[in-house]
């Protein structure tokens, strides 16, 4: 059987960019952890409360009327002093002076980073994907990303009928810096000509050649791009100077990250919340709680943050079938 640590306080914190879905993990991890017989602290702003010591016990009461709530209650940070072992020395005294023995720590992999640094040190830290992007390769899905691409498709969505009004193109801008799966699947959903993202690559000509012949068929054209890959005034400038096409650029921007959550974003977070309090239970320390294949499991923290290409090239090889 296995051997169960004598873990008797946890804390949650959220971290790097928020998501919608956050809330829903830190109201599992507390609930969860209550209902184990744990006392839950919640630490404000991320690793910067954590290191001012912005600590307090939750109760369930803490955590009511949250879970459709976009954003995290708890707030969070960047603090980029955490890579110095000294800021981090610090940061777990405050978790000393409480007695937390054990951490729930909801981000992306800047978080997950600090996470392993932590658990290095001595603290059980069990990290949650918690960012809009989707760029952990270990999890098919992280917490937010749903939400994420359902808001880029409600938006490119109405872009559409004006464009289709004007006979134009929308060149629109998605988040996602590091990894192209919320424009791919934005581009999948929305029917789009074009996805720009940084595993498809970019050739002007290429475009527009694309844009060129939907102009022969269709009233309007839709170029998704993940951000910070081509200047799409730029872009939008070039296509209507050499289509038919006259193209106007949207940058998406902050409003992906906001809104309440889906419902499957609601359900992942939950599910994750519970399995993260199990496994400090159980001991567990280095590891993230990953959606794999329909199950939820643990992998340890390096191995899940490894590359992401492979996934999304699929998904482009679908789309690009599909155009
Ligand atoms: P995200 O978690 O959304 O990727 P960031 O990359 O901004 O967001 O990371 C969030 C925070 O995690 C940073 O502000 C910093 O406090 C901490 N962090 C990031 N990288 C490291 C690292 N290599 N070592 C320790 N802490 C880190």
Known sequence: MEKKSKIKRIAVLTSGGDAPGMNAAIRA???????????????????LGMYEGKIERMTRKSVSEKLDRGGTFLGTARLPEFKN?????????????YGIQGLVAIGGDGTYRGALSLS???????GIPGTIDN??????????FDTAVNTAVDAVDKLRD??????????????????GDIAVWTGLAVGAEVVISKETG??????LSIIRKASLVKKHA????????????????????NTQFAARATVLGHIQRGGSPTARDRVLASLMGVKAVDELINGASGVCICHRGGKIVSLPIEEALAS??????????AFKKLF
């Open 29 to 47: 991890v507390v609930r969860c952890g209550i209902e184990a017989g744990l006392e839950v602290y919640g630490i404000y702003n991320g690793y």
């Open 85 to 97: 072992e000294e800021v981090r020395l610090a940061a777990i005294e405050n978790l000393t002076e």
């Open 120 to 126: 290095k040190m001595g603290i059980k830290v069990v």
């Open 135 to 144: 760029d952990i390769a270990g999890t098919d899905f992280t917490i937010g």
């Open 162 to 179: 004006t464009s289709s009004s004007h006979h134009r193109c929308s060149v629109v801008e998605v988040m996602g810096r590091n990894c």
């Open 202 to 207: 970019y050739n002007e000509e290429e475009v």
């Open 222 to 241: 839709i170029v998704i791009v993940a951000e910070n890959l081509v200047d799409i005034n730029e872009l939008a400038k070039t296509i209507t100077e």
């Open 308 to 317: 992401t290409d492979e996934r999304i090239l699929e998904k482009y090889e």
